[in-house]
């Protein structure tokens, strides 16, 4: 692990608001120059900090209205491998994630729909008939909070006592 300073953190609250800030932009907000912050975002990739950028779509516009959150637990019979069935639940286009999780169901799935007919069509015909799917709780989901995450503020300053 890489010790972060304040212009670290500082950088990574940044990114995580906006991350199609350009280094330039970046860098007068934090009074560093476009070589410098370009330098640190570098520095912060390579060591796996920034795992990488992602694009935010609004779903709701792009007609899928309908998200929701599916717990599966796999079926004791059979047996199927953990790998077959990610593999397997990775396939579904409308599975937009896929969590492999301790407690009472073996995995947590979001899924998106259109509508609800359209979610029931893919629960019916793609989830539910994947091999080794025992048990399933569906959770829809009615409204969403975007949270800025671990660096939101509330993270402190100095990590310095926390890494060790």
């Known amino acids: 692990m890489i010790d972060l300073d304040d212009t670290d953190l500082a950088i990574l609250r940044a990114l995580a608001q906006d991350a199609t800030q350009p280094a330039s932009t970046l860098g007068r907000q934090l ?15 390579q060591a796996g ?4 950028r992602k694009l935010d779509l609004d779903r709701e516009k792009l007609g899928f209205g309908v998200t929701v959150f599916l717990g599966v637990k796999l079926a004791t019979k ?4 953990l790998e077959d069935f990610e593999r ?3 396939a579904i286009p409308e599975v937009q994630t896929v969590e492999h999780v301790l407690g009472m169901y073996d995995y947590r799935l979001r899924v998106t729909a259109r509508d609800i007919a359209d979610f029931e069509r893919v629960l019916r015909r793609r989830v539910m008939a994947l091999p080794g799917v025992g048990d399933v709780e569906a959770n829809v989901l009615l409204s969403e909070e975007r949270r800025p995450g671990p660096l939101g503020g509330e993270w402190p300053l100095d990590m310095g006592a926390q890494r060790g």
């Open 78 to 81: 059979g047996r199927i491998s």
């Open 88 to 90: 397997a639940v990775s």
């Open 31 to 45: 009074g560093l120059s476009q070589p410098a912050t370009w330098r640190r975002i570098k520095r912060l990739t």
């Open 49 to 52: 900090i920034i795992a990488g």
